[in-house]
C-alpha cells in the first residue's frame, strides 16, 4: 500500500465520524451509475517520462499535453509543475485552475456511501482494492483543486558568478528566518487548541466560540506573515538556473497560507480542514528540510557550471 494511501485512509479513520454526520445532514444519496463512473475514472499504465517535466507520457495523454514538450503551454512552468500546483498544462494562466473548488467532506461522504451501496468498497468484492485506490486518488485531485495556488511571477537575472552570489546572499537572510518563523507559527498556533481532540475542532467555533476566535486570529497571523515573505521572494532578481529551486521556494510559502486557510475553514469543511492540519504538521517537519536541502544543492550546482 503507497505512503499516500495509507495518509489518507488514516485521516478517514478519524474523520469517519464527521463524513456520515455532514452527510446525514447535507448530502444527497448518490447512484449506483455515478459512483461507478467516478470511482473508475483512474486507470493504470507504464511510468516513463519521455521529456522528464513530472508527467508520465501516459499522463499527458490525459492532460492533451505534448510528451516531447516540458512546457506544453509555453508559460514558463513545466506541465509537472503546474498539475503539482493545480493547473492546468494545456492553457496559460491565469484562469487556468484545474477543478472548481468543492467541500471535501461532502464529496467524501457521497463517494463512500455510493461505494458502499454499489457494494464497490465492499472487503470481499473482487474490485475492493482497486475501488479503494481510485477512491484515494478522487479525494486527493479535489483537495489538490481546493488548496491550488497561483503561480508567481518572477524576475530574472543571468548566470553569471556575480548574480549568483547577490542571489545566493539574499536568500540566505531570508530562508533561515522563513522556516524558523513557520514553525515557531505553527507550535503556536496549535497551542491555542493543544487540548481538542482533532475530530472536534470542527464544532469549536460553536462550542468554544472565544478559543476558536483566538485560533482564527492566530491563523490570520501567520497568514500576513507568510504573505511579507512571499513578496520578499518575489523582490529578487533569480538567475535562471535557480527558477525551479526558487518557484518552489514561493509554493512552500504559497502552500503553507493554503493549508491555513483550510484549517480556519474546518467548520464548514471538516476533512479538508484535518488533512490541512497533518499536511501543515508535514511542512514543518519534513517538506522545509527538503526543500532547503534541495535548494542549496540547485545553488552549488549553479556555481559550478
Do not use: C
Not at 168 to 194: D, N
Not at 215 to 225: G, K, M, N, P
Not at 253 to 262: D, H, K, L
Amino acid at each position: 500500500m503507497s505512503g499516500r494511501l495509507k495518509f489518507l485512509l488514516a485521516v478517514l479513520a478519524v474523520g469517519a465520524g464527521l463524513l456520515f454526520w455532514y452527510f446525514a445532514s447535507y448530502g444527497p444519496a448518490p447512484s449506483k451509475q455515478a459512483v461507478s463512473a467516478s470511482l473508475y475514472q483512474k486507470t493504470t499504465a507504464t511510468l516513463q517520462d519521455t521529456d522528464s517535466d513530472g508527467l508520465g507520457d501516459h499522463e499527458e495523454t490525459y492532460w492533451g499535453t505534448d510528451f516531447k514538450n516540458p512546457d506544453s503551454d509555453g508559460d514558463g512552468f513545466s506541465d509537472g509543475e503546474e498539475v503539482l500546483s493545480g493547473h492546468n498544462p494545456a492553457k496559460k494562466g491565469p484562469d487556468d485552475f484545474l477543478n472548481e473548488r468543492r467541500n471535501l467532506t461532502e464529496r467524501t461522504s457521497t463517494l463512500l456511501l455510493g461505494g458502499l451501496v454499489a457494494g464497490d468498497l465492499n472487503p470481499e468484492s473482487p474490485q475492493y482494492e482497486a475501488s479503494v485506490t481510485a477512491l484515494v486518488d478522487q479525494l486527493f485531485d479535489q483537495y489538490s483543486a481546493n488548496t491550488a495556488v497561483e503561480l508567481d511571477s518572477l524576475t530574472y537575472s543571468d548566470n553569471s558568478t556575480d548574480a549568483l552570489i547577490r542571489y545566493g546572499l539574499a536568500m540566505s537572510r531570508i530562508l533561515p528566518k522563513l522556516f524558523s518563523e513557520t514553525a515557531e507559527g505553527f507550535v503556536k498556533t496549535l497551542g491555542v487548541v493543544g487540548s481538542t481532540p482533532i475530530d472536534a475542532l470542527s464544532k469549536l467555533q460553536k462550542e468554544q466560540p472565544e478559543t476558536y476566535r483566538t485560533f482564527a486570529a492566530s491563523i490570520d497571523t501567520q497568514i500576513v506573515l507568510l504573505e511579507t515573505y512571499a513578496a520578499d521572494l518575489k523582490k529578487l532578481k533569480v538567475p535562471p538556473s535557480m527558477r525551479t529551486a526558487h518557484q518552489n521556494m514561493l509554493l512552500f510559502v504559497r502552500g503553507y497560507q493554503q493549508q491555513y486557510r483550510a484549517v480556519r475553514d474546518i467548520s464548514r469543511d471538516p476533512l479538508q480542514g484535518i488533512i490541512a492540519l497533518q499536511v501543515l504538521e508535514s511542512l514543518t517537519a519534513d517538506t522545509s528540510i527538503e526543500i532547503s536541502s534541495d535548494f542549496s544543492n540547485r545553488l552549488a550546482r549553479a556555481f559550478q557550471q
